[in-house]
């Protein structure tokens, strides 16, 4: 069974730092672009950060672009998101997810694979 599992998520004050990791199971993540996603309550689930297959390629969200950096261990069948600068806007739960898009994407419908996400809260 495929399965995508997020860790590194947890309480932060505001100018904190976190890393989040995702690792796959059942699935080769070398073949997906993988993507970083947050939901916020009451709110949808927004795009983060996206990466290529080979590491190569990168795309950012506006709102977190310079703060966060996704980067991805084939070897390790895992991908990360660095997280710097944190706020309380940046409080939601985080999710990763792999697309079979040979072109990066932050549209949600393109993602096939989900992980079950991990709380991130930021406190003022």
């Known amino acids: 069974q495929v399965q995508l599992v997020e860790s590194g998520g947890g309480l932060v004050q505001s100018g904190g730092s976190l890393r989040l990791s995702c690792a796959a199971s059942e699935l080769l993540l070398s073949k997906y672009g993988m993507g970083w996603f947050r939901q916020a309550p009451g709110n949808a689930r927004e795009y983060v950060a996206a990466?290529?297959?080979?590491?190569?390629?990168?795309d950012y969200a506006h709102s977190v672009k310079g703060r966060f950096s996704i980067s991805r261990d084939n070897a390790k069948n895992t991908v990360y998101l660095q997280m710097s600068g944190l706020g309380p806007e940046d409080t939601a739960v985080y999710y990763c997810a792999a697309t079979r898009s040979a072109v990066i994407t932050g549209d949600v419908s393109r993602y096939q694979y989900w992980g079950q996400g991990t709380q991130v809260t930021v406190s003022s």
């Open positions: 990466i290529g297959r080979y590491g190569f390629i990168t």
